[in-house]
């Protein structure tokens, strides 16, 4: 338990607000006596939610429900969740987890609620995150959409499956069905996620097939799976007919997990994977499109991206360093990034506990996007600057020390980044 206790900290509070001990979580077992048995069978939930927050308010009672009625099959004894509140004042504390049928973290423990937020990457609420009750490992932060897409909890505690697990079983290409195994072996492969109803699929849709077609002209081994988000069968087959890829049937189950596992929120995305299951780039769809010949097939992520109304997207959706350069140094702007984004994106595989970061450098095509970038971080409009933006959590940091910046200076900022050296500004402030 002692990795669980790291986490929380000695106590927990229940709904009536008495002081709980965090090592009797598990019906008052022992940590010996629970070491002895399947760690697995220990789950922990971790609830990020708030009284104030919408979502929160409808998702609870999911959560809720789901608790109760697995906590009541023969499995339950050994799932647990705890609340860890983003409410302004203790009052609505108290009044929201009254409702609740498990503990939360004290109201008054800020600080350990900081530090699970920036361990678990919690960007948005209500989330769910689900660890091992035992040592604190973590099975998945998709906890909520599980509950949703499997309220039955068949298939709790979601470990996470590798794309040919999730994928395994029957694809069709127009009415012909193929297993997976055969259709997609030794291949580049696009999960294309998309709808008859949303007209910028249909758009890139007609796109998607001119790349394909020209790509597997050529002889390379390329193939997409389109992943369906029709509301009717009949769209969907009307859709999937005139496709010349492979297509999950409708309504599969697979359409879920995919979606859960690459943390897809909008349509049409394509998720690039290469021949061993390796993403090669979240951001198919903007790469296919840039490129019609398919000269940069198969299209892999750039290290660090150019600074544009493209990639400006991603400050919204995790912290990324920027590289704002003069005209004299804009030309090299990329090399003097990529060998550092390079290095963290590597350690980032390895490492699932490293923070994300993205990396963005002011290039020849960047001037309106930088400009703007500037004006919110209160930078001068000229010079060079290394700067790390946290929009999700409305951060800045602003490095000033460096005249000159080189491949060192942003090695330095990334390891001070990583290890928590910095001292963040909110927007407010700067």
Request: hydrophobic share 35%; net charge negative.
């Amino acid at each position: 338990m002692s990795s669980v206790i790291d986490l929380l900290g000695e106590v927990l509070v229940n709904k009536t607000g008495e002081t709980i001990q965090t090592c009797s979580l598990w019906n008052n077992k022992s940590s010996d006596t629970l070491s002895q048995e399947n760690c697995s069978n220990a789950i922990l939930g971790l609830y990020f939610s708030a009284n104030w927050c919408p979502p929160c308010r409808m998702f609870t009672p999911d959560l809720i429900s789901f608790y109760t009625k697995f906590k009541s099959s023969q499995r339950g004894d050994m799932f647990e969740v705890v609340f860890v509140s983003s409410d302004e004042d203790e009052e609505n504390f108290t009044s929201y987890l009254s409702e609740m049928p498990w503990l939360a973290l004290p109201f008054s423990d800020k600080d350990r609620k900081g530090k699970l937020s920036k361990r678990f990457r919690v960007q948005g609420i209500p989330m769910l995150v689900l660890i091992n009750g035992l040592t604190g490992t973590l099975i998945t932060t998709t906890g909520r959409e599980c509950v949703t897409d499997d309220p039955e909890g068949e298939e709790f505690p979601w470990y996470p499956k590798s794309f040919s697990q999730m994928i395994q079983g029957s694809l069709l290409r127009q009415k012909e069905m193929l297993h997976s195994d055969e259709a997609l072996k030794g291949k580049i492969k696009g999960i294309y996620f998309s709808a008859l109803w949303c007209p910028p699929c249909r758009l890139f849709t007609d796109e998607l097939k001119k790349v394909y077609d020209k790509v597997t002209s050529e002889g390379k081994q390329f193939e997409v799976i389109y992943a369906s988000s029709d509301r009717t069968e009949d769209s969907y087959t009307q859709y999937q007919q005139d496709m010349p890829w492979l297509a999950l049937p409708y309504n599969d189950s697979r359409v879920a997990q995919l979606t859960r596992s690459f943390d897809v929120d909008g349509i049409p995305t394509l998720i690039l994977l290469d021949e061993n299951d390796v993403i090669l780039n979240k951001q198919g769809r903007r790469a296919v499109s840039h490129d019609p010949t398919a000269q940069n097939y198969p299209w892999p992520t750039a290290a660090a991206e150019e600074l544009s109304e493209d990639t400006a997207p991603l400050l919204n959706e995790s912290p990324c360093l920027i590289l704002f350069t003069d005209d004299k140094n804009i030309d090299s702007a990329s090399s003097l990034l990529s060998t550092v984004a390079a290095e963290y994106k590597t350690q980032m595989k390895s490492n699932q506990a490293l923070p994300e970061l993205c990396f963005l450098f002011e290039g020849p095509t960047s001037k309106n996007v930088a400009e703007s970038v500037r004006s919110f971080a209160h930078l001068d409009s000229r010079g060079s600057h290394l700067a790390i933006l946290n929009v999700p959590d409305e951060h800045l940091y602003v490095d000033i020390t460096q005249s000159d910046i080189t491949e060192e200076s942003i090695r330095k900022l990334v390891e001070d980044f990583k290890n928590d050296r910095l001292v963040f500004q909110k927007f407010s402030e700067s």
